[in-house]
């Protein structure tokens, strides 16, 4: 593994960096910024487009956000300050918005009225109108669509006499891609999977489909049946495993077990209990140090979260006196599980201010960054936005805080306490606005934007080439005001910089 200097020198002389005391050493570039390849990974089997994380807080994950992100290419953690079937109905809605594979599609019986689909198509509220025809062992013998039914006037005949018996069929674990090459060759709009006992085990619908290949596809993070991925927060014990349970029916993408403190035993013990039960990859933090990395990994770890008190609204390092600067807390829990090469992933949870912050983050080793105050204002993030002073804000709390620790339980066990009452909280984090800034779209493509620029200079061409490359100087306070605009009074807002 290749060593970072001024990193190196740091840890051997016993203090520890942050963004603002470095930044990125420029190097011969071979690509344009437009062609850098930014795909990484949340975790081992976790693929991210772009290497954006949402924080798992109540003024910034739920299913909005988790849908508008996952579509530029990154990923949303649903927050666990929500009943178990709250949290599984912000998942559902992330994984049901684009409909790749329908895995449990409704399906009728050929000796049914028409009259009886229709109602039961009316009672249940079905926004669809085709349906897969069974015979009564299950088996698939047709197919009814809306124009069967709209050029039907008689509805007390069966389904069979109206369902067309020209099936385009294909086997169980049939990709996206494949579904949609075949619909296109065949012209058939609906395509049922079935097993070798003719039996219905999936069913892809052609505009649905297509809006997955098409469009803006290109940049949507969707798993293997083309739904776009999210992830969920849990704690740890009892309460975890239930939450697990219930994320799995929903087709969750990975587990991420949110806590103050990763290093200890309840973290450990839930974590070795979810890789026990489940195939599900398992993010756990956060941590600081590398020893705490090692431990995790060793205990089934699929990805690590690394951040303890450089979050936005986290007191941590004030109330506790705990913490390490973010870049030296980054770069030593990569050092410690493998180096830069197909180690574990790395995300970097907290603390990024600018789109600066995230190419040095991935420099000094992350595969992805977790925020929080950079999505809170905007408008897909939870909460109304309220006026101040005639500008617009949205409110933003450390999970922390006594407002989120007074709301939910979740919040008062990520930072270990078990006390009840206003009084006998002791907070880690505090409560405010941020400014509102408008659609999550415009303000990733900032973010974005920043990062494959500093990509670019940095000579990298991919995220795992910044990894490996990437060389830091160390500023001192007077680079630190030179870096910033200085000597003029700014007249006019740059979408980048505040
Ligand atoms: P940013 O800087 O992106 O940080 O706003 C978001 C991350 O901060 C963590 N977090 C907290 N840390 N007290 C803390 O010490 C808190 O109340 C708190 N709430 C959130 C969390 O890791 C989040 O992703």
């Not at 049939?174 to 006992?197: F, G, Q, S, V």
């Amino acid at each position: 593994m290749r060593e970072k200097l001024i990193l190196e020198i740091a840890k051997r002389d016993g203090f520890a960096l942050t963004f603002d005391d470095v930044r990125l050493r420029t190097s011969h570039a071979e690509v344009m910024p437009d062609d850098i390849n930014i795909e990484t990974k949340l975790s081992r089997n976790v693929d991210l487009k772009i290497p954006i994380v949402s924080a798992a807080m109540d003024t910034v994950t739920e299913y909005k956000l988790a849908i508008e992100l996952a579509k530029l290419g990154g990923i949303g953690v649903i927050h666990r300050s929500l009943s178990i079937e709250e949290q599984a109905f912000h998942v559902a809605k992330v994984k049901h918005h684009l409909n790749g594979l329908i895995e449990k599609p409704i399906c009728v019986y050929q000796d049914e009225k028409i009259s009886s689909v229709l109602s039961k198509r009316e009672s249940k509220a079905y926004t669809f109108h085709s349906f897969p025809v069974l015979n009564r062992d299950n088996k698939l013998v047709g197919i009814v669509t809306g124009n069967d039914f709209d050029f039907c006037d008689d509805h007390s005949l069966n389904i069979n006499e109206i369902m067309s018996t020209q099936l385009l069929t294909a086997p169980e674990g049939t990709t996206i891609d494949d579904a949609y090459r075949l619909m296109c060759r065949e012209k058939k709009k609906i395509l049922p999977l079935t097993n070798p006992y003719d039996m219905v085990v999936g069913m892809y619908v052609f505009s649905d489909v297509r809006r997955i290949k098409n469009g803006s596809a290109e940049t949507y993070n969707v798993d293997k049946k083309g739904q776009l991925r999210v992830a969920a927060a849990v704690g740890t014990g009892e309460e975890a495993l239930e939450r697990v349970s219930r994320l799995m029916d929903k087709n969750i993408d990975a587990i991420i077990i949110d806590t103050a403190h990763g290093d200890s035993k309840s973290v450990i013990e839930t974590l070795k209990e979810i890789k026990r039960n489940y195939a599900i990859d398992v993010v756990v933090g956060n941590i600081s140090v590398g020893d705490s990395a090692r431990r995790l990994i060793a205990a089934g770890a699929d990805g690590i979260k690394v951040g303890q008190g450089p979050g936005s609204i986290c007191t941590t390092r004030v109330i506790a006196g705990i913490g390490r600067p973010q870049v030296s807390a980054i770069y030593d829990c990569v050092k410690a599980i493998g180096g830069y090469s197909g180690g574990i992933p790395i995300c970097a949870d907290g603390g990024i201010r600018n789109s600066g912050d995230i190419s040095i983050a991935i420099a000094a080793g992350a595969h992805s960054v977790m925020m929080g105050s950079m999505f809170a204002g905007t408008e897909e993030a939870p909460g109304e936005i309220v006026f101040v002073d005639g500008l617009q804000w949205k409110s933003y709390r450390g999970m922390g805080s006594i407002g989120a620790m007074e709301k939910s339980r979740g919040a008062m066990e990520r930072y270990l306490q078990r006390q009840r009452g206003k009084n006998q909280l002791i907070p880690e984090g505090v409560e405010g606005l941020v400014s509102y800034k408008g659609k999550l779209a415009d303000v990733l493509f900032q973010y974005v934007g920043g990062l494959r620029r500093g990509m670019g200079y940095a000579g990298a061409a991919s995220i795992e080439e910044l990894r490996e490359k990437g060389e830091f100087d160390r500023i001192t306070i007077a680079g630190f005001s030179e870096s910033h605009p200085h000597d003029i009074k700014i007249t006019k807002d740059s979408p980048n910089y505040i």
